[in-house]
């Protein structure tokens, strides 16, 4: 994994917005996503972008929902009767008109059209978990592969074992840690496989610390996160055997358009963040609820070795940010870690979260901001 030494280097989460809509009832759909592909890992060249991915576009754009066609032992049920437990909690109870108002509008999400707003199927697990993607996955690799070229530093993203959780029920294993590390186990094959094909592996957990006010404010907060550390610790079973500077790890609060009121606060949960044997962490830096904890750093020691990928610009408003300010968060984090120890990011994927023009010019204002960083840290 490269690291900040001659100079800031740039990143994202991985949802891109699409350059050009793509129909996958389409009878050219596979060239026209290769097309695409090739584009938008051309389009953050040009950004100047540093360390790049294909955008999710081999996902359909959707973190969850790729991963539906990659399990077996679930069979698909009817929803349950009642309101899911995603779409309960405490923001959602304090703030009930606005979010039946978003969501009626559908403005929770950029667009209600989107995978990612899409109401999911219900999974019950009947049978042993296994991992049944890797043709889908192997496609996945050679699409990026044939648009990033040879030496190129790249991720792909996939997701952590307790944000798949909250969608799938048990029927089959005996315990609920014994579910749990089933689904590690299958996924281990998925990020063992990106890793193996060259490519960093990003782990996305958005419902790890976002099940915080559904279910760990009635629990206290050393009975979360005792639960959060099972979770961790399957993910680390599961990440075993890959090198930990190959690993980056996203952590977000679900990142949807919304109060974000009762979100876990980050001096809470960094040390939890910090159990996953990741040689990067990627974490939400730049939105109205959370650029203040950059402080966190002030009492946290990062370990040697590692790196942090803060957001310093974010999804969750249209203004674009100016690179001075985002110079100017770079900074903090560097001053409190070490220049060296910064990749500078977004706090979430903006496929699916912002207007593909907004995205884009957030994007570049990172490029932009990261050169500014470059210069007044010093390093030419």
Same mark, same amino acid.
């Given at each position: #994994?490269?690291?900040?030494?001659?100079?800031?280097?740039?990143?994202? &989460?991985?949802?891109?917005?699409?350059?050009?809509?793509?129909?996958?009832?389409?009878?050219?759909?596979?060239?026209?996503?290769?097309?695409?592909?090739?584009?938008?890992?051309?389009?953050?060249?040009?950004?100047?972008?540093? &360390?790049?991915?294909?955008?999710?576009?081999?996902?359909?754009?959707?973190?969850?929902?790729?991963?539906? *066609?990659? =399990? $077996?032992?679930?069979?698909?049920?009817?929803?349950?009767?009642?309101?899911?437990?995603?779409? +309960? $909690?405490?923001?959602?109870?304090? =703030?009930?008109? =606005?979010?039946?108002?978003?969501?009626?509008?559908?403005?929770?999400?950029?667009?209600? %059209?989107?995978?990612?707003? +899409?109401?999911?199927?219900?999974?019950?697990?009947?049978?042993?978990?296994?991992?049944?993607?890797?043709?889908?996955?192997?496609?996945?690799?050679?699409?990026? +592969?044939?648009?990033?070229?040879? !030496?190129?530093?790249?991720?792909?993203?996939?997701?952590?074992?307790?944000?798949?959780?909250?969608?799938?029920?048990?029927?089959?294993?005996?315990?609920?840690?014994?579910?749990?590390?089933?689904?590690?186990?299958?996924?281990?094959?998925?990020?063992?496989?990106?890793?193996?094909? $060259? =490519?960093?592996?990003?782990?996305? *957990?958005?419902?790890?610390?976002?099940?915080?006010?559904?279910? !760990? #404010?009635? #629990?206290?907060?050393?009975?979360?996160?005792?639960?959060?550390?099972?979770?961790?610790?399957?993910?680390?079973?599961?990440?075993?055997?890959?090198?930990?500077?190959?690993?980056?790890?996203?952590?977000?609060?679900?990142?949807?358009?919304?109060?974000?009121?009762?979100?876990?606060?980050?001096?809470?949960? &960094? *040390?939890?963040?910090?159990?996953?044997?990741?040689?990067?962490?990627?974490?939400? %830096? @730049?939105?109205?609820?959370?650029?203040?904890?950059?402080?966190?750093?002030?009492? &946290?020691?990062?370990?040697?070795?590692?790196?942090?990928?803060? !957001?310093?610009?974010?999804?969750?408003?249209?203004?674009?940010?100016?690179?001075?300010?985002?110079?100017?968060?770079?900074?903090?984090?560097?001053?409190?870690?070490?220049?060296?120890?910064?990749? @500078?990011?977004?706090?979430?994927?903006? !496929?699916?979260?912002?207007?593909?023009?907004?995205?884009?010019?957030?994007?570049?204002?990172?490029?932009?901001?990261?050169? +500014?960083?470059?210069?007044?840290?010093?390093?030419?």
């Amino acid at each position: #994994m490269q690291r900040s030494t001659g100079k800031i280097l740039t990143t994202h &989460v991985g949802s891109l917005p699409y350059l050009t809509p793509l129909d996958k009832e389409a009878p050219d759909y596979e060239t026209a996503l290769k097309s695409a592909v090739a584009a938008v890992v051309q389009k953050q060249r040009d950004i100047g972008l540093d &360390v790049i991915n294909e955008g999710e576009y081999t996902k359909g754009g959707d973190w969850l929902g790729y991963l539906e *066609d990659r =399990f $077996g032992g679930f069979e698909e049920r009817p929803p349950k009767e009642g309101v899911h437990l995603l779409a +309960r $909690g405490k923001d959602r109870e304090e =703030f009930a008109d =606005f979010y039946h108002y978003a969501t009626t509008q559908g403005t929770l999400f950029f667009n209600p %059209g989107n995978q990612i707003n +899409r109401a999911r199927p219900s999974f019950v697990c009947t049978q042993p978990v296994a991992y049944t993607g890797i043709e889908l996955l192997q496609r996945e690799i050679d699409i990026f +592969r044939s648009a990033i070229g040879p !030496g190129a530093e790249a991720f792909l993203t996939t997701t952590a074992p307790a944000s798949l959780e909250p969608y799938r029920d048990n029927e089959f294993y005996r315990s609920e840690e014994e579910f749990l590390y089933a689904i590690a186990d299958a996924m281990k094959v998925e990020y063992e496989t990106i890793t193996k094909a $060259g =490519f960093l592996v990003q782990v996305d *957990d958005a419902w790890l610390p976002a099940l915080w006010d559904r279910i !760990g #404010m009635a #629990m206290g907060i050393d009975a979360f996160k005792k639960r959060c550390l099972l979770r961790v610790e399957a993910l680390n079973h599961a990440l075993s055997g890959i090198p930990e500077e190959k690993i980056r790890y996203h952590l977000c609060w679900g990142s949807w358009h919304g109060p974000h009121a009762y979100d876990i606060e980050m001096i809470d949960f &960094v *040390d939890v963040m910090l159990r996953v044997k990741a040689g990067a962490y990627s974490f939400e %830096g @730049a939105n109205a609820r959370h650029e203040h904890e950059y402080d966190v750093w002030e009492k &946290v020691k990062l370990p040697p070795g590692k790196i942090i990928i803060p !957001g310093v610009i974010t999804h969750s408003t249209d203004v674009i940010e100016h690179p001075e300010l985002v110079s100017q968060r770079i900074q903090r984090f560097a001053n409190l870690v070490g220049k060296e120890n910064i990749i @500078a990011g977004a706090d979430c994927g903006f !496929g699916g979260r912002s207007h593909p023009q907004i995205a884009w010019a957030k994007l570049q204002a990172l490029a932009d901001g990261a050169e +500014r960083a470059t210069k007044a840290l010093g390093y030419h």
